[in-house]
Each structure stands twice: as structure tokens, then as C-alpha cells.
């Protein structure tokens, strides 16, 4: 096939991923701007190469033709979760969704492959738009924890060196590495709770000071100088005091204070 084909062939593909990416880090902003925890830590994505995809289409003794069909992670999504529970809750977002329709689910979690591999995977079709018309996509999402990704990184670039060989020495590590991911993924769940509350009460701090920010900001256009002036002094040494509760209320007040400024200014 011509690489002008193959591009065309592979655009779908391109916009598909582009449009997931926003889509999942729109919702890690979600979780944020309403203070709550994202069980999505990050998201990436790639479209397959067309040499990986002709290295499956041999391996798997799939024709040509059939390789839309037949290959189902030309478009692949990885979103990595901080915790093993956020990788569930993650899949449950995915399936409550309408934009995509899951075709299969494989939990290499709960069955870990022989080579140590541990993900979540979710096969799913996804429609784009093109001049052509709809084009309904199929996207592999795999979703694993950062200290999976660690390992199955690390695991991906050796079998790429040794073609799929890999040393009995060096499997032997990356057997006991996978074993050290598992204990390390366990071990965070233990202090789950604990790292989300502090991981939750800043983000909620950090909501807070934007919204007087703004406000002291918008203040500036309606209110008078010196009281702005002494608000913000205000602000100054509730935030050195480090009392998330009082920024909390001295927020609330200022929202009152804003809201009175307004509706003076709309008389
Ligand atoms: P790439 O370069 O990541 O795109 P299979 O026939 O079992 O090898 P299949 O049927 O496509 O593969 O499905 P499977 O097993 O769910 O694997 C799909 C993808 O999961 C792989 O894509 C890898 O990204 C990842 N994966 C699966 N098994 C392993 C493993 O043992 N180690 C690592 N590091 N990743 C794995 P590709 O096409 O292999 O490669």
C-alpha cells in the first residue's frame, strides 16, 4: 500500500486519539474545579506506527484489507491512575458513556499476563467525524497504575531490543520488578485515604485563593481603592495563618462583598 494511502487510511485514526485526550482531561479538570479527587492522573496517546501495525498484520497472519478490522488498538489511549481502586472507577466512567461503546474488557489486574504485565484494558468503538462522513473507530484504552506504566515501559523497550527474546537473566528481574510493583501498588492503597485527603485539600486550597484572587481583581473595577487595598492586607494574613477553614469563610464573605458591588454598580 502507498504511504499516501496509508495516511489517509490513518487521519481517522489521528483525530480519534486527539479527541479522547481532550475529552479525558477534561475530566481530570472536572474532579478539579469541583475540589474533588481524579482517579485520572494523566493521559496519553498515540496511533500505532505503520511499521508496528505491518509487524501485527504478519504476526497475526491478518491480510491487508482486513487490518481496520482485525487490528482493534491502532488508536490507543493510556490513562494512568494513582491507585489500583481508581483504575476501576475509571472503566466504570467509560462504560456510563455515550460517546463510546464498549466492544471488549480484558483485566490483566485480576490476571496478570504470564510475562508479569498488569493493566486494564478496554476495547471500544468511537465514532469521528470526517468529510467522508462518520467513521466509526476502534480504540484500545489501557488504563494502569504509574507504577505499572513504570514496569510495562521498561518491559516494551527490552522486548523491542531482544525481538521478543528477552534473556532468562533479565526476565528473571523483570519477574521480580513486576512482584515489587505489586507489593508498591498495595502498599499505596493502604495510605489511599490519607494521600487523597491531602492531595484533595490542596486542590481545594488552591480553588480557593483563585476565587478571592479574581474577586479582589474585580473589586478594583467597582469598589474603592483603599478598601480593596485593606481586603486584600486581609487575605494576606489569613493565607500566612495557613487555616484552610478561615480562607474558606473569608471567601464566602467576599463573594457577598462582590455580589453588593455588582448590583450597586447595575443601579
Ligand atoms: P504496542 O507497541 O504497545 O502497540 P497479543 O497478541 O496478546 O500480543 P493483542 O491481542 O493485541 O496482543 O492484545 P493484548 O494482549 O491485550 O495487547 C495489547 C497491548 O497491550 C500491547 O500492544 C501492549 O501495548 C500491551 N501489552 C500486552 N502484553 C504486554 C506485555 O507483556 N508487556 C508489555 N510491556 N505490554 C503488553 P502491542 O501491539 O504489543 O504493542
Redesign the pocket.
Known sequence: MEIRLWREILAPYELAVDELVVKFNHIIEEFRNVGEYSPIELVTGRV?TIS?ILE?AQKKNISLDDIEKEID?IA?IRIICQFVEDIYKVADIIRKRSDMEVKAE?DYIKNR?N?G?RSY?MNVYYDVETLKGTKRIQV?I?IRTLAMNFW?TI??SL?YKYKQNIPEHIRERLTSAAEAVLILDREMSEVRDEIMDAQQSFTMKANIVADILTNIQNLYKVANKQDVIRIQDEFFKIYQEGDNEKLEKFSKDLDLISQRYRAQSLR
Open positions: 500505532k508496528s501485527k488498538d490507543g480484558q499476563k510475562s504485565y484494558h484500545e489501557q510495562a518491559e516494551h522486548q
